[in-house]
């Protein structure tokens, strides 16, 4: 048993989870390997929140059956939010998977390879950092959420919220930049939420200020998701105060009808989230507005679906997030609303989101040509450079040397509504 490979769908939580788990893994010895089947440990981590995601982990599931039945050796995990607090339906259902995991629960695995190896994981598993991250990466600073809106089923899966302490998050960031990494994105499925359970109540303006401060070879930090209820002034004045915060908020609404939003229970209004947008340019010159919404939500009428595209339309993010609505069983509206937007309906808001959105994309991001931008080079694409500038903007450039985690001043000659093309301004950073 040394090969392993996590098949992940869903969030950045889970693809941070997926990361930890492979650091607990690589330290009882085990290699990661490209090809799921080619794996004597394979895990998938799975994700609920909408029903096109539930179906790609149950096809994923259901195909590796045979596999499994013909190399009985091998072993078989299931991780994430498709794992609730129960899972005798899920071992009915699949009784070939060795191990189910709720979120962030790696022991029963962790414990499973160390007794398969002979060897004892209390010696030998330390904090599970990643060994081999990526130049860009996620650092988890809360777990779980406390809101309860009532289309949501991460509460009942990850739980309440839990904050990692300051000073372990600092020293994790120390880790990681020994690493290779250059930007770090603090996590959260509510992150402006950070640290009011923690002694002395830290907020995420701290924990912001004390990464910036204490981690000086970070070349970047970002943070995500937001909540409108949260989003203080304390963190958008730290946004605005620290030079290696980017200029990049992520903000859902998800729906634009103060009807809507109340069976939502999202607890503000239209009028009050655009307030908070127009705080937020006011403090922090030149900021990037990323947002989530919901079409289709129970109930939601013609006009209160306008509300939402007026949103779009006026606000003028540089990202927006649109799902149609999936009934999520467990949650709230599941138990008492009704799912009464038909299929082709919540299709058609959909493509009406996204036609809009491309549009003011197309609009803003014309706005990038001919300027220089700096980019945080973080791969390659079709033998070509790719990275992004402060405010999330994908680009792509030309060049023979190995430039993977340096900044460079790109001078944008082409864009689109999705990315930005240039060239090389100046030598790396």
């Given at each position: 048993?040394?090969?392993?490979?996590?098949?992940?769908?869903?969030?950045?939580?889970?693809?941070?989870?997926?990361?930890?788990?492979?650091?607990?893994?690589?330290?009882?010895?085990?290699?990661?390997?490209?090809?799921?089947?080619?794996?004597?440990?394979?895990?998938?981590?799975?994700?609920?929140?909408?029903?096109?995601?539930?179906?790609?982990?149950?096809?994923?599931?259901?195909?590796?059956?045979?596999?499994?039945?013909?190399?009985?050796?091998?072993?078989?995990?299931?991780?994430?939010?498709?794992?609730?607090?129960?899972?005798?339906?899920?071992?009915?259902?699949?009784?070939?998977?060795?191990?189910?995991?709720?979120?962030?629960?790696?022991?029963?695995?962790?414990?499973?390879?160390?007794?398969?190896?002979?060897?004892?994981?209390?010696?030998?598993?330390?904090?599970?950092?990643?060994?081999?991250?990526?130049?860009?990466?996620?650092?988890?600073?809360?777990?779980?959420?406390?809101?309860f809106c009532t289309f949501c089923i991460i509460p009942y899966r990850r739980g309440r919220e839990v904050s990692r302490p300051l000073d372990e998050l600092v020293e994790e960031c120390h880790k990681l930049v020994a690493r290779g990494v250059r930007?770090?994105?603090?996590?959260?499925?509510?992150?402006?939420?950070?640290?009011?359970?923690?002694?002395?109540?830290?907020?995420?303006?701290?924990?912001?200020?004390?990464?910036?401060?204490?981690?000086?070879e970070l070349v970047r930090i970002r943070f995500l998701t937001s909540h409108p209820n949260d989003m203080s002034e304390r963190i958008i004045d730290a946004v605005a105060r620290l030079p290696r915060a980017m200029e990049c908020i992520n903000l859902?609404?998800?729906?634009?009808?103060?009807?809507?939003?109340?069976?939502?229970?999202?607890?503000?209004?239209?009028?009050?989230?655009?307030?908070?947008?127009?705080?937020?340019?006011?403090?922090?010159?030149?900021?990037?507005?990323?947002?989530?919404?919901?079409?289709?939500?129970?109930?939601?009428?013609?006009?209160?679906?306008?509300?939402?595209?007026?949103?779009?339309?006026?606000?003028?993010?540089?990202?927006?997030?649109?799902?149609?609505?999936?009934?999520?069983?467990?949650?709230?509206?599941?138990?008492?609303?009704?799912?009464?937007?038909?299929?082709?309906?919540?299709?058609?808001?959909?493509?009406?989101?996204?036609?809009?959105?491309?549009?003011?994309?197309?609009?803003?991001?014309?706005?990038?040509?001919?300027?220089?931008?700096?980019?945080?080079?973080?791969?390659?694409?079709?033998?070509?450079?790719?990275?992004?500038?402060?405010?999330?903007?994908?680009?792509?450039?030309?060049?023979?040397?190995?430039?993977?985690?340096?900044?460079?001043?790109?001078?944008?000659?082409?864009?689109?509504?999705?990315s930005l093309q240039g060239h090389l301004d100046e030598a790396p950073a």
């Amino acid at each position: 048993m040394n090969r392993y490979h996590v098949w992940t769908v869903g969030c950045q939580m889970n693809k941070a989870d997926s990361e930890r788990l492979g650091a607990g893994l690589e330290q009882l010895g085990l290699v990661w390997t490209p090809k799921a089947k080619d794996a004597d440990v394979l895990i998938l981590n799975s994700c609920v929140v909408r029903q096109n995601a539930e179906d790609r982990v149950v096809g994923m599931l259901t195909s590796l059956k045979p596999w499994k039945e013909s190399n009985p050796g091998v072993t078989l995990a299931l991780m994430g939010c498709m794992v609730g607090p129960k899972s005798d339906e899920l071992r009915a259902r699949f009784p070939y998977v060795d191990v189910f995991m709720a979120p962030q629960q790696f022991e029963p695995l962790i414990r499973l390879v160390g007794d398969k190896a002979g060897i004892d994981p209390d010696g030998c598993v330390g904090p599970l950092v990643p060994g081999h991250p990526n130049v860009t990466t996620h650092v988890p600073i809360i777990h779980g959420c406390d809101k309860f809106c009532t289309f949501c089923i991460i509460p009942y899966r990850r739980g309440r919220e839990v904050s990692r302490p300051l000073d372990e998050l600092v020293e994790e960031c120390h880790k990681l930049v020994a690493r290779g990494v250059r930007e770090v994105t603090l996590l959260g499925q509510n992150v402006d939420s950070y640290g009011h359970d923690l002694p002395g109540a830290p907020d995420l303006a701290d924990l912001l200020e004390a990464v910036h401060d204490g981690v000086p070879e970070l070349v970047r930090i970002r943070f995500l998701t937001s909540h409108p209820n949260d989003m203080s002034e304390r963190i958008i004045d730290a946004v605005a105060r620290l030079p290696r915060a980017m200029e990049c908020i992520n903000l859902p609404f998800q729906a634009g009808s103060d009807e809507v939003l109340s069976s939502m229970r999202r607890g503000y209004t239209n009028a009050q989230y655009r307030e908070l947008v127009a705080r937020v340019r006011a403090s922090v010159p030149g900021v990037a507005m990323v947002t989530d919404l919901i079409v289709g939500f129970p109930g939601e009428t013609e006009t209160q679906f306008e509300d939402s595209l007026a949103m779009v339309q006026d606000l003028r993010f540089d990202k927006v997030h649109a799902a149609a609505y999936s009934t999520r069983p467990g949650t709230i509206a599941a138990r008492k609303l009704t799912d009464d937007v038909g299929h082709e309906e919540k299709q058609r808001r959909l493509h009406a989101i996204e036609a809009v959105q491309e549009s003011v994309l197309t609009e803003i991001n014309a706005g990038y040509l001919g300027s220089t931008q700096e980019v945080l080079v973080d791969g390659r694409s079709r033998g070509r450079w790719q990275g992004r500038t402060r405010t999330d903007k994908l680009v792509f450039f030309d060049d023979e040397r190995d430039l993977l985690g340096r900044l460079m001043q790109v001078r944008i000659t082409k864009t689109t509504p999705w990315s930005l093309q240039g060239h090389l301004d100046e030598a790396p950073a």
